[in-house]
């Protein structure tokens, strides 16, 4: 009776991991395909390409070249980098105080000021696009920058994340007070607790916020589109999206032009995908 049991228990295990990795295999194959397709049909000549063909007969690696001197890339693509790295120094400074402020620092409203920009992560971020416009059309007039058509407007808004200082808060939040103790007792400073003690213990956070920023901030499309009238200010995005409105039916030289403007996302994981995973799991959402 009690191996029948065990048996039946065994089954029942089996059963049930047999359908989480068919779930998860499934999950695989829809998340990869696309990704799989683009890359393959990149490869293909314009024939191919607009076939029902999966493998190319041949490699026409000119394809990249093509797409390159065609979309202009060169231009946009030192756009997105200048446009990026300012963004993400931007973001890593002010959430960095400014999560260091609600964790370490003890004030009047903390936890109420708190609480309201959290808040606003509920408010989806199309909501935000007209507000924003406004603010930067205005600042524009009454300041000696100009901030349409120029890179205030695609970098400075997007400085302060919310979801950057909640997620730094709750792990500065964790690190304990006797550091904080021993640092006084040194003569140290909240600044110098902060560059010293606190950075240092949390490189898992900072990881997941400098991909997720340079993602975010390289694929922008909306926003610039709607703060800039000339290609002098226009990310790579843009410039993907201009390239496919011309191109017309040359699948290839698209598919191709998109896989270029993913490449260095698909690098910056390649070198931090260990860090990036672990600072996941790490990061204390939940504390």
Known sequence: MDSEQHFWKN??????????????????????????WMILTSFMSLGEAQGIRWIPSQLHFENYTNAWKEAAFSEYFVNSVFLTIITLAGELTFSIMAAYAFARIKFPGR?????????TIMIP????????FLTVTWLGRIGPIKWINNWPALTIPFMGSIFSIFLLRQFFAQIPDELF???????????RFLVK???PLSKAPVMVIIVLSFIGSWNAL?????????????????????????AGQSLHLMMAGAFITIIPILVLYFFTQKQFTESIARSGLKG
């Open 11 to 36: 089954s029942r295990k089996a059963a049930k991991n047999i359908s989480v990795y068919t779930f998860l295999v499934l999950g695989v194959v829809i998340s990869v395909t696309p990704f799989l």
């Open 125 to 132: 971020a199309m909501v935000n696009i007209i507000p924003n």
């Open 222 to 246: 909306a926003w610039p589109m709607l703060v800039t009238n000339s290609p002098d200010w226009r990310p790579i995005a843009v410039g993907l999206y201009n390239f496919v409105e011309e």
């Open 181 to 191: 103790d021993a640092a006084r007792i040194d003569g140290a400073g909240h600044l």
């Open 111 to 119: 936890e109420v000021i708190f609480g309201l920009l959290l808040s």
């Open 197 to 199: 003690v606190v950075l």
